[in-house]
């Protein structure tokens, strides 16, 4: 079992930053891809972006590429995610999660490949 949770969520004014954490504890002596998603009210769950093991490769959706960095700190077990340009449309619940059955490369888009999740965090941007 892996235990994930996120902090460093609030309110920000458009235009700000934040920068989320996500500790992990448990099961973490094997190689695992991370990854963010979000879920704004009424809206489905979206994916934000991803980081390979080693932090090499990341992948971004669309709507993060150029304002969003994944990164990770695999000594502290911890994944973050820094937002920049923050838009009042970015205004979520923001989960990471964690994909012990990863292979290499950056891990997938796909939620369903995800098997542990954090409890979520809310960000909320004001225009």
């Known amino acids: 079992q892996m235990q994930l949770v996120e902090s460093g969520g609030g309110l920000v004014q458009a235009g700000g930053s934040l920068r989320l954490s996500c500790g992990a504890s448990?099961?973490?002596?094997?190689?695992?891809?991370m990854g963010w998603f979000r879920q704004a009210p009424g809206k489905e769950r979206e994916f934000v972006g991803a980081i390979s093991w080693s932090g090499g490769s990341t992948s971004y959706a669309d709507s993060a590429k150029g304002r969003f960095t994944i990164s990770r700190d695999n000594a502290k077990n911890t994944l973050y995610l820094q937002m920049n340009s923050l838009k009042p449309e970015d205004t979520a619940v923001y989960y990471c999660?964690?994909?012990?059955?990863?292979?290499?490369?950056?891990?997938?888009?796909?939620?369903?490949?995800?098997?542990?999740w954090g409890q979520g965090i809310q960000v909320t941007v004001s225009s």
């Open positions: 999660a964690a994909d012990t059955t990863y292979l290499g490369g950056v891990p997938p888009a796909n939620a369903a490949e995800y098997e542990y």
């Open positions: 448990g099961r973490t002596s094997r190689n695992y891809g």
